[in-house]
């Protein structure tokens, strides 16, 4: 990729990769070092996985809340307890932060206007089959998406596609960030593997897009919130971030054995969160397994 080149102070070179170098870069230099072109092109990657390039506004007919953005950044309506973090207002801070023409109602970061699914879709008109569920293939024309929104519902949608390429700085930003997140929870004696494979992947030709896309996909797997309780040992939980997939990686190469150690582990940990999920997700979690899975093997060398 070509953005790989333009972050020197993050990504050294993989000789030093494999020295397991210390989390002393700092965050946001490595990411203004992305290019407005680069930060796009990243983008449009991140939005054809989660909205095949069209969706903007949505709500899983599965889910407890909508999420906007090209990766679906969630945003809670008032008083929501879910086990999930939030980065819809995240999001929007890091857009006031760079300037951007947030709409008036938005700067607050007010909870989300919409309780249930059936009232964002009174906002947001889709086509009946694909609002019970995405389709596997996005075939539909990006008109259909957005056929007679409320004014407040295209002012979002319109400002979200204007700013594909600040909302992939967002993600890029997040997953810098992650790194000091993970090495803070960890054991000591475990820190060095972790960040070994963290840099192992990062200095993999394509890696850096796929650390950027699992840890906005899936998060860091530092919140204790992001958790299920595990089924087979009571009294621990199970986590399916960034964490543990380094966490679950072998071998020490870089390169196409990287990637796919990532992918390999990233597959494990999903299957794990199915095999765990508790009833009241169970049928949501093994319905998504597929595609979660399907996402992965985007990872993969190409």
């Known amino acids: 990729m070509r953005f790989l080149r333009s972050l020197p102070l993050l990504f050294l070179a993989c000789g030093a990769c494999a020295q397991a170098p210390t989390a002393r870069v700092q965050g946001p230099r490595c990411v203004e070092g992305i290019s407005d072109a680069e930060a796009a092109d990243m983008g449009r990657r991140i939005w054809m996985l989660e909205g095949g390039g069209k969706i903007l506004a949505w709500w899983d007919d599965t889910g407890e809340c909508s999420s906007f953005g090209i990766n679906n950044y969630l945003w809670f309506h008032k008083d929501l307890k879910v086990p999930f973090e939030e980065s819809f207002p995240p999001l929007i801070d890091f857009m006031l932060s760079k300037g951007a023409d947030v709409p008036q109602w938005l700067r607050s970061k007010p909870p989300a206007p919409w309780k249930t699914r059936a009232e964002f879709f009174g906002e947001t008109v889709a086509p009946e089959k694909i609002r019970k569920s995405p389709p596997d293939k996005w075939g539909m024309k990006p008109e259909q998406f957005a056929a007679d929104d409320s004014p407040r519902m295209k002012e979002l949608k319109d400002f979200l596609a204007k700013t594909v390429d600040l909302q992939a ?134």
Not at 182 to 191: D, I, K, S, T, W
Request: with cysteine; aromatic share 10%; glycine share 8%.
């Open 169 to 302: 700085r967002f993600s890029a930003q997040r997953m810098v960030d992650s790194l000091p997140k993970m090495l803070a929870v960890v054991p000591e004696g475990e820190r060095a593997r972790v960040e070994s494979q963290f840099y192992r992947v990062a200095c993999s030709h394509g890696g850096l897009f796929n650390l950027v896309d699992y840890v906005n996909f899936k998060g860091e797997g530092v919140n204790p919130k992001e958790t299920y309780p595990s089924v087979t040992e009571p009294g621990k939980f199970v986590h399916w971030g960034l964490l543990q997939v380094l966490q679950g990686m072998t071998g020490d190469a870089a390169g196409p054995t990287a990637l796919d150690a990532f992918a390999d582990s990233a597959e494990a940990v999903m299957h794990n969160r199915v095999v765990h999920a508790p009833p009241e997700r169970a049928e949501g979690d093994r319905r998504w397994e597929k595609s979660w899975i399907a996402r992965i093997q985007n990872y993969r060398p190409r």
